[in-house]
């Protein structure tokens, strides 16, 4: 949903935040067990459990998930906007599986002529956060923190 600027724009649009911020929000969600609030530490392992699958793909509360070790061809392909846009069938995971380790965890952005992408494999203590002031296609962005995370493995 696309939302002009108005009454609720500053609030309900998006997060307006720093890498840094960012950087301990990745840090927060690839290991839990360091946030102190207890009811945020439960929040971010519902958010990263699995409710849904589509293809080898898991849907999480926002989060996108994918088994780890995986092809960057599978995760860079996958971000397509027409994959997104496409109706795929999906199989409810039921009961939903708890978050795993061995996973990439990923979200797109873009809003406003603004791209983002965070990315992290919490068994890898590995993450990244980009921000740009411009909205590149997904598989472009995603294909970037590929590259960027596989040297720092």
Known sequence: MHVSPGQLDAEAYGVKSSVIDMARWVQANMDASHVQEKTLQLGIELAQSR??????????????????????DSIINGSDSKVALAA??????????????????????????FGSYVAFVPEKNLGI??????????????????????KLQ
């Open 88 to 113: 795929l069938p999906a199989v409810e995971v039921n009961p939903p599986a708890p978050a795993v380790k061995a996973s990439w965890v990923h979200k797109t952005g873009s809003t406003g002529g």
């Open 51 to 72: 409710y849904w699958r589509i293809g080898d793909m898991y849907q999480g509360l926002g989060w996108e998930m994918l088994n780890w070790p995986l092809k960057a």
């Open 129 to 150: 956060v980009m921000l740009a002031n411009k909205s590149y296609p997904n598989p472009v962005r995603v294909e970037a923190a590929w590259r960027i995370l596989e």
